[in-house]
């Protein structure tokens, strides 16, 4: 049995965040696949047996039980000693820049893709109001980038493994990175990462054989 269990499904750019920093830290750790599609998430026996929120990920490690990405994140880190904070500051900025991405980058990103790529009647008025957000929040990012090769440290750190969570799939929320050429070269830097593996490719689309 693996040390680590992940609840998880391949379109998940919030699972994927706490998938790709597993990989990376080289953890011992199995996928556990939710049926997200089908609403097994919505379901009453999810809810009360895995994850009251109804959400992934959920990170199951012996008898410790975590939900939300930035929980599970500063949690594998400190299991792992890796893609933390060196000093105090830094430990302030990346949680200064994890909560930024669940309020203003991730919120409005994942939304935004999941009205336009996967419902059917998506209401336009809300997609442009959620499109206009995401580009927001991307001019932050992007400008938080220009002369930086990392958002919060000069290595990589779980804020980066944060923000990075939705960005490798562009072309399913309509942006460019040619009009954010320091996220784009940020995005090529992580992928570099010893270990590095893309999203469609790390997590499951359905249970394991």
Not at 4 to 20: P, Q, R
Not at 29 to 46: I, L
Request: glycine share 8%; aromatic share 14%; proline share 4%.
């Amino acid at each position: 049995m693996a040390e680590f269990e992940l609840y998880c499904f391949k379109e998940s750019g919030n699972a994927y965040k706490a998938a790709i920093m597993l990989e990376l830290s080289g953890c011992d750790w199995s996928k556990h696949w939710v049926d997200f599609f089908n609403g097994e998430t919505r379901s009453a026996e999810y809810r009360q047996n895995v994850n009251v929120m109804g959400e992934v990920p959920v990170l199951n490690h012996g008898d410790v039980h975590l939900t939300q990405t930035g929980v599970i994140l500063n949690y594998l880190s400190e299991q792992t000693g890796k893609f933390g904070g060196q000093t105090d500051d830094e430990r302030r900025e990346i949680l200064r820049w994890i909560l930024f991405d669940n309020h203003k980058l991730t919120s409005y990103t994942a939304t935004y893709r999941f009205m336009t790529n996967f419902m059917k009647d998506a209401d336009k008025a809300v997609t442009d109001f959620l499109g206009g957000r995401m580009h927001g929040a991307f001019k932050v990012l992007n400008s938080r980038l220009e002369g930086r090769d990392f958002v919060a440290a000069d290595q990589p750190t779980i804020a980066d493994l944060s923000l990075c969570g939705y960005l490798f799939w562009p072309d399913e929320f309509g942006a460019s990175w040619d009009d954010y050429p320091e996220i784009g070269a940020w995005l090529d830097r992580l992928s570099q990462l010893p270990g590095w593996v893309a999203p469609y490719d790390l997590m499951p689309s359905g249970p394991a054989a």
